[in-house]
């Protein structure tokens, strides 16, 4: 039996690091998208339009808890995303086509090739359910609603020949 006040043993401490880090990989995903967010002329007036420069903070701590969540299963984040972007307005293919097209490269260079594809592949069907559920709001007819281009990456044609 361990005594309280005894460091950890490899075995206890190496999970703990590995959680550390991966959720280290978070923090960086979500803070280096979002720089990237709002420089961007397209999407990044839709955020800094509706997330005050004091607010900044804790919308980035909630989507670190989403990802971890998302990515972890953490249950770090307890919410319901869809409310709230519901009250942005109309939001175009262009701007989600464009978050997504943000998104993929700062996810693959951030977190490791198995979480980064996860978190895109995540990412691509929450724009769907988003685009859809906001049509829908809007009283448009969304059964001919197509999803949004996939850039998938694991599928590649057979060789010719």
Not at 85 to 102: K, N, P, V, Y
């Amino acid at each position: 039996m361990s005594m309280p006040d005894q460091a950890p043993n490899a075995e206890q401490a190496a999970p703990a690091q590995a959680e550390s880090k991966a959720e280290q990989d978070i923090h960086a995903l979500v803070h280096r998208f979002y720089d990237v967010v709002r420089e961007d002329p397209l999407i990044g007036p839709v955020f800094t339009g509706h997330i005050a420069d004091d607010a900044w903070p804790a919308h980035l701590a909630t989507m670190c808890n989403f990802w971890s969540s998302v990515l972890l299963k953490s249950k770090r984040y307890d919410g319901r995303p869809l409310p709230a972007h519901l009250s942005l307005g109309t939001i175009t293919d262009e701007q989600f086509a464009r978050w997504l097209a943000l998104f993929r490269p700062v996810a693959r260079r951030t977190l490791p090739a198995p979480q980064a594809a996860r978190a895109i592949v995540h990412a691509e069907r929450m724009a769907d359910s988003f685009r859809m559920s906001m049509a829908f709001q809007r009283g448009e007819n969304i059964t001919g609603m197509r999803p949004l281009p996939r850039e998938d990456t694991s599928w590649s044609p057979p060789p010719a020949g």
